[in-house]
């Protein structure tokens, strides 16, 4: 039997009739389209009941959910509103999705808590497909539609829709649909396809724009939850050589017309799918590359490759616009003097991008004094890099302290959108749950946890109040040295805004001993404001830090160099000056030669470094027979895993006093109480792909 609406409900829908505000009068599009839906719950309440414009027929489903019903346009349609007319069975949450090829579908409406009766929604979307898709039911029936109907313009673009660069010389605006859009943004760290877990966090900061370094079929997912959420995204493409060293590759911009039309292909086909995307913002194209440049030539032939690159930039961007009118075209670099190139070789850009960080209140006038022509966002700012600050007094760079970096946000923030109708805002460094040593340089949230920069770019942007920040650190003390294996203690000072109770722990980085970025947990003992853990077993200088946790997810993080020497044994080291003889020598190679003398000199900075195989062996000559209670065995990065220690009296015969199979670099202080005229190190096996490499072989009499 077909239900009839009760009074009420016509009541209703006249009602709501009246009070709809007026509009341009889009044109309908759904009204007798094929429409197709997940289920119907009888032959009398087909998909189609819902799109024949009769009030008294209507699609319902079975009663379970999702359901979801769809509305073929016909060809490719500006979508700029979409009704929807329940029956009593209605859905409670739902999204309006739209679809290029009914298969692959992009958020343009997310609703919850909805009521059901007359609901209309001005939308801003691009697709043959539109899709109501409902997650959620309002009672035990499945959902039910008297209509659904869509407006907008078949095969156009709704006027004043689509992303703008307007204005003129120093009074530029970018709009978004017709609306100014001040780009309140951070750079994306966490995988794509997590985007909608962290959406309601960054809505709470205030961001309405995310940016990317590369754009493929994986970025799909940002791009519906950021477009669900009310926020855009600018979609990078990645060039080579990238951002200086280790970005991967030194392209020939003059002759390598392979790689520019391979890239050129992948341009084109991301931008022709993600082009009526409404989660897109606006096309990136390379970053940093013309400074990275130097990294792969010099001279004059540099100077050619940066202008053969900024007319790629341009041919990129020339194809981009030529498949997608909506959305502007730039190219980010990490100097503003980067802009002279493109100011000459690439004027199809509609605006510029810098990433710039302790120089980022010097872009104004670097654009005034270039006498540039095109307004700028910023892509990549925070706290000063690793690269901007001075050494400390171990001769690494001074990392900024927690309350230095949550200024860095604040004053990069208060620069930029101070250069009035020329930039349009920025994307700062970093979102991303990242937990190394370039995340608690600059991530906002490393491991997931909030730090005061996080607060700072949510007051810079507008976001919500928070009602709890993080512990601020005040001061923290270490040594200048420490002996490899000893007691390290770290004084602190720390108060927690909220009165909450302060939780420490810490960790250390090596990254100047061995260039890695991970971080290595590291017991400690709290006793008040002293912190006392063990320090680590390799030489060199190591990053320290000590992280301050409120329990209510917030952290405070302070970090300082500390470098590691070997422990000075008691007695005497009577192998000092010795004559010495290897089995091999590294020769060549930088720093080289690496004798076997160096390990006996008595200086923690010259090794032995011997050929990659195995066996190799260091030989000392005492002198005469001499009896000895420790050996000290200081490695560089390449150990010895296996090896034994042995005397003997002519230099011939040796018999072991000490071996091992496990060993694992750092210092290995072995007590051992042996005679003999020469002691030799042999080794078996090696620890790494290398050689073996000894700083010292210290033989002590006690």
């Not at 670097?366 to 000063?384: C, F, Q, V």
């Not at 600059?442 to 109040?465: D, E, I, M, W």
């Not at 090596?510 to 890695?516: A, F, L």
């Not at 301050?548 to 302070?558: K, L, M, P, S, V």
Request: with cysteine.
């Amino acid at each position: 039997m077909v239900r009839v609406r009760s009074i009420c409900t016509v009541i209703a829908v006249l009602l709501g009739l009246a009070v709809l505000p007026a509009h341009a009068a889009p044109t309908l599009l759904s009204q007798g389209k094929p429409a197709l839906a997940s289920s119907a719950e009888n032959g009398g309440t087909p998909a189609s009941a819902a799109v024949d414009g009769n009030g008294d027929t209507r699609w319902s489903s079975e009663w379970s959910a999702p359901q979801w019903l769809r509305v073929d346009l016909g060809a490719s349609s500006a979508v700029s509103r979409v009704e929807l007319d329940w029956e009593s069975a209605y859905a409670t949450a739902f999204e309006i999705q739209v679809s290029a090829d009914g298969d692959s579908w992009q958020p343009i409406r997310s609703v919850t808590g909805a009521t059901g009766g007359r609901q209309g929604y001005d939308v801003t979307g691009t697709g043959r497909y539109v899709r109501v898709n409902a997650t959620q039911r309002a009672n035990g029936y499945g959902v039910s539609l008297w209509e659904f109907r869509v407006y907008g313009t078949q095969g156009g673009v709704v006027p004043g829709t689509g992303v703008r660069v307007t204005g003129s010389q120093g009074n530029w605006q970018l709009t978004v649909d017709g609306q100014p859009w001040v780009v309140k943004g951070l750079t994306w760290g966490p995988p794509a396809a997590d985007a909608a877990r962290y959406m309601p966090e960054l809505k709470s900061l205030g961001v309405n724009t995310l940016r990317t370094w590369g754009t493929d079929a994986s970025t799909r997912p940002l791009l519906d939850a950021a477009a669900a959420n009310g926020l855009r995204v600018i979609n990078g493409f990645w060039l080579q050589p990238g951002g200086g060293p280790g970005s991967g590759g030194c392209v020939n911009y003059v002759t390598d017309a392979q790689y520019k039309a391979d890239v050129l292909g992948q341009i084109r086909q991301w931008v022709t799918t993600y082009k009526d995307h409404p989660g897109v913002l606006m096309w990136n194209v390379g970053n940093e590359s013309i400074l990275g440049l130097q990294n792969c030539y010099s001279g004059i032939e540099l100077e050619t490759q940066r202008v053969e690159y900024a007319k790629y930039v341009n041919e990129a961007a020339r194809a981009i616009h030529a498949i997608d009118t909506n959305h502007p075209v730039t190219n980010t670099d990490a100097w503003t003097g980067a802009w002279v190139y493109l100011k000459a070789h690439a004027p199809d850009l509609d605006l510029y991008a810098v990433n710039s960080y302790g120089n980022v209140c010097k872009v104004r006038q670097d654009w005034i004094s270039g006498g540039y022509t095109k307004p700028y966002i910023l892509t990549e700012a925070g706290p000063a890099g690793e690269w901007e600050v001075p050494n400390d007094a171990n001769g690494v760079p001074a990392e900024p302290t927690d309350v230095q970096k949550r200024d860095g946000y604040t004053q990069a923030w208060n620069c930029i959108v101070g250069h009035t109708g020329v930039a349009f805002g920025g994307t700062l460094f970093h979102y991303g749950t990242e937990y190394d040593f370039g995340a608690v340089w600059f991530n906002l949230t490393p491991a997931g946890k909030k730090r005061l920069s996080f607060y700072s770019v949510q007051r810079a942007f507008g976001g919500a109040t928070p009602a709890n920040t993080p512990p601020v650190i005040s001061s923290m003390t270490v040594p200048q040295t420490v002996a490899a294996g000893a007691p390290l203690t770290i004084d602190v000072a720390a108060s927690d805004p909220n009165g909450d109770a302060i939780s420490w722990s810490a960790a250390f980085n090596s990254k100047y001993v061995d260039n890695s970025g991970g971080l290595a947990s590291a017991s400690v003992q709290v006793n008040g404001n002293r912190l006392t853990t063990t320090a680590p077993d390799r030489l060199g200088v190591w990053k320290v830090y000590v992280m301050a946790e409120d329990g209510r997810g917030n952290i405070g993080i302070e970090t300082r160099s500390v470098r590691v020497v070997a422990p000075q044994p008691s007695g005497v080291n009577v192998a000092q000056g010795k004559p010495v003889t290897a089995s091999s020598y590294q020769q060549v190679g930088d720093g080289a030669p690496f004798p076997p003398s160096n390990a006996v000199d008595g200086s923690g900075t010259s090794r032995w470094a011997t050929d990659w195989a195995d066996p190799q062996w260091l030989r000392v000559d005492l002198g005469a027979v001499t009896t000895f209670q420790h050996v000290q065995l200081v490695w560089e990065g390449a150990f010895g895993r296996a090896y034994e220690i042995q005397v003997s009296d002519d230099g011939t015969d040796f018999r072991s006093v000490h071996g091992t199979t496990t060993g694992n670099g750092g210092v290995d202080s072995i007590d051992v109480t042996a005679t003999g005229r020469y002691v030799r190190l042999h080794a078996t096996q090696r620890g790494t792909g290398w050689g073996y490499s000894l700083y010292e072989f210290g033989i002590y009499r006690r």
